[in-house]
Structures are given as C-alpha cells and as structure tokens.
Nanobody, 125 residues
Framework: QVQLVESGGGLVQAGGSLRLSCAAS????????VGWFRQAPGKEREFVAA????????YYADSVKGRFTISRDNAKNTVYLQMSSLKPVDTAVYYC??????????????????WGQGTQVTVSS
C-alpha cells in the first residue's frame, strides 16, 4: 500500500514558477514509477510527466517539455515537479500517482495504482 500527498500548489502569475511535491508513505515507494497528471475543469485528466523508480529516466508531455522538470529523492520518499514559465493553460488540479511497474514510463492514467488527492495550481494572466 502506498499513500500519496501532494503539496506546493497555489496562485502564480504567468511566467512564474512553482514546485510541487508528492510525499509518499510505504517502504516500497522507491520501487514505483511516479507520474504527474493534471485536470482542468470540464477536461479529462492528462499526463504531464513521469519518472522511473531510480530517477534515471523521465518522460514529458510535449506541452510541458522544456518548462517542467520531474525528479525524485527516494531517501525522502518524495517526487517533485518543478514548473517554470507557467502559462494560464497550466491551470488545473495536479495529481501524482504511483505505478508498480517501476521500470516503465507510462502516460495512461488507468495503469497507475495509487493516487494522491491533488493540489490546485492557478496561473493568472
């Protein structure tokens, strides 16, 4: 069992930065791949970024490539999403999720096993 708690969301102006954290409980967290997803009102949940169990491989949606960076610190059971050059279209609830297939990087939210409750990110123009 893995429990995930996101934090770090808030209100920021366009062009600004935020760092989201995903803190996990469970001693096997380091075996999981982790993905970040987001969902805007009236839209489907969309993939943002993923990182494998070791942190050695990452994968980004085209919409955030070059602006967002995913990383992890397994000693702290935490995964981060550094977001820069934020745009109003980035406004959404951001979720982290854990995938027991830790060696993979997957964008389909249906394959993820555990989810956090989400944190709101609002980017003003």
């Amino acid at each position: 069992q893995v429990q995930l708690v996101e934090s770090g969301g808030g209100l920021v102006q366009a062009g600004g930065s935020l760092r989201l954290s995903c803190a996990a409980s469970g001693r096997t967290f380091s075996n999981y791949a982790v993905g970040w997803f987001r969902q805007a009102p009236g839209k489907e949940r969309e993939f943002v970024a993923a990182i494998n169990w070791s942190g050695g491989s990452t994968y980004y949606a085209d919409s955030v490539k070059g602006r967002f960076t995913i990383s992890r610190d397994n000693a702290k059971n935490t995964v981060y999403l550094q977001m820069s050059s934020l745009k109003p279209v980035d406004t959404a609830v951001y979720y982290c999720a854990a995938d027991r297939a830790g060696w993979t990087l997957r964008s389909n939210p249906r394959v993820y096993d555990y989810w956090g409750q989400g944190t709101q990110v609002t980017v003003s123009s």
